[in-house]
T-cell receptor, first 114, second 116 residues
């Protein structure tokens, strides 16, 4: 069965530190990849997505992610985090011919210390 | 994008009772989904709500426990039936407008359910 895994359950960083959150998926076929963010008390919002084309995608708030097909990975990066980036981050994938449903990773809780 | 509202935003219910959650979208969409987010866990798809036909349930979820209605392209309901404390979760509605062709989904604010 297709799956998505996130390597880090909880990440704690100081402001201005660089961030990289890992995400791997299990399927070797056509896949669309997403990173969603859930700020405290708010609903899920899309950070960025990969559909096709340039494997380096840029999203909102200075986030970017790189799709590496050979590694089945879609890691999220930000060069300098802010306290306001404190949130839960979810990697998700939709796989070809699966009716558009999203499969989510376990989520990574990011805490940024001021 | 799509704006999604859910009612109720939260509820506390007694075991054995049922709760119906409503999801309203501000535009017509083909694809609507219901997810569950159990405490401290990720999102799990319950079912795809199909307009004009029965919902498509994921493994581990059944219609008797989670009946779903989809009377039109902007509205859906999820009922959590015969509740037990294990049903305490956040239930989320999402839609895929399908405009970009990439399965991007927009999520509602969720319904936080506590079962005593």
């Amino acid at each position: 069965a297709q799956s998505v895994s996130q390597h880090n359950h909880h990440v704690i960083l100081s402001e201005a530190a660089s961030l990289e959150l890992g995400c791997n998926y299990s399927y070797g076929g056509t896949v669309n990849l997403f990173w969603y963010v859930q700020y405290p008390g708010q609903h899920l919002q899309l950070l960025l997505k990969y559909f096709s084309g340039d494997p380096l995608v840029k999203g909102i708030k200075g986030f970017e992610a790189e799709f590496i097909k050979s590694k089945f990975s879609f890691n999220l990066r930000k060069p300098s985090v802010q306290w306001s980036d404190t949130a839960e981050y979810f990697c998700a994938a939709s796989f070809y011919n699966q009716g558009g449903k999203l499969i989510f990773g376990q989520g990574t809780e990011l805490s940024v210390k001021p | 994008s799509a704006v999604i509202s859910q009612k109720p935003s939260r509820d506390i219910c007694q075991r054995g009772t049922s709760l119906t959650i409503q999801c309203q979208v501000d535009s017509q969409v083909t694809m609507m989904f219901w997810y569950r987010q159990q405490p401290g866990q990720s999102l799990t798809l319950i079912a795809t709500a199909n307009q004009g036909s029965e919902a498509t349930y994921e493994s581990g979820f059944v219609i008797d426990k989670f009946p779903i209605s989809r009377p039109n392209l902007t509205f859906s309901t999820l009922t959590v039936s015969n509740m037990s404390p294990e049903d305490s979760s956040i239930y989320l509605c999402s839609v895929e407008p399908g405009l970009a062709g990439d399965n991007e989904q927009f999520f509602g604010p969720g319904t936080r359910l506590t079962v005593l």
